[in-house]
């Protein structure tokens, strides 16, 4: 038979009146339970009071890291929790010092080229929450997005101000660049994100084409000028060569879940 434990005595009004005003929800929550625990185990009463704060803590970290990753627009909730490292053609030295983020701290760029299906987007939205765990704040856009951003935003001139806001973010990610053609706003706001952000802000870029190619996709003065920014302090990994990782998946009956 099992025995169950009966469930810790609710705190004071009082005392849960104090918490509610100063705005501690997790002292709240965990309070029945520590001053319960505290009792039967004679606790000293700093090390209830430092269980309590640590619980806070550790509860407002948490609120911040979710608010951070719903702001970040990241898509897909791809993590490394589901990247094969042995599957990239990456070399596992670099996959590892990317994952230190040291680059970010440098406000380095990092671009990811090659073929469609080959995992860029994974890596860089993997990278992306990793950031946002490790504290740091992450804007994820497409060259549509930006285009849509600048549109909006041009109507009452106030476009240098919405860039300005855009690269207070630590790393900002822009996803799939040379799959379709760059209408003129998506290539003027490319420039003007990479040229704010430079030395200033990471960027992570995923691209079918190396950026020396973003000529074939834009007017060549303004790619020039982002190019040169974007690459100056710049990571540039390859995955040329690499299967289709969708392809496999699919072709190894991996891509959906069997049918019942």
């Known amino acids: 038979m099992t025995v169950k434990t009966p469930p810790a005595p609710p705190i004071p009004d009082e005392l849960d009146r104090l918490l509610r005003r ?18 039967s185990q004679r606790w000293e009463p700093a090390e209830v009071l430092r269980v309590l704060l640590a ?51 440098r406000a380095e760029a990092l671009c990811v080229c090659g073929p469609s299906a080959t995992g860029k987007s994974h890596l860089v939205e993997a990278l992306g929450h990793l950031a946002i765990d490790q504290g740091k704040t992450v804007a994820w856009h497409t060259l549509e997005s930006l285009a849509t951003l600048l ?38 706001a490319l420039f ?30 303004l790619a020039t000028a982002t190019v040169d920014r974007l690459l100056h302090h710049a990571h540039v990994l390859l995955t040329d060569g690499t299967d289709s990782y969708r392809l496999a998946q699919a072709t190894a009956g991996k891509g959906v879940r069997p049918l019942t």
């Open 22 to 39: 100063l705005r501690m929800p997790y002292v709240r929550r965990a309070a029945p339970e520590v001053i319960a625990t505290a009792a």
């Open 55 to 105: 619980e806070e803590a550790a509860g407002r970290d948490q609120a911040t890291i979710a608010m951070r990753r719903r702001a970040s627009g990241l898509p897909a909730g791809k993590t490394f929790d589901a990247w094969d490292p042995a599957a990239s053609p990456i070399p596992a030295a670099t996959q590892q010092a990317l994952r230190t983020l040291e680059w970010i701290h």
């Open 151 to 188: 549109r909006r935003h041009r109507a009452d001139d106030s476009v240098n101000r919405a860039i300005a806001r855009l690269i207070r973010s630590d790393l900002i990610v822009i996803d799939d660049i040379g799959m379709l053609p760059v209408a003129p706003d998506a290539a003027e």
């Open 192 to 221: 003007r994100v990479v040229d704010a952000a430079y030395e200033k802000r990471s960027i992570a870029l995923t691209s079918n084409i190396h950026p020396a190619g973003f000529d074939e996709l834009m007017p060549k003065t």
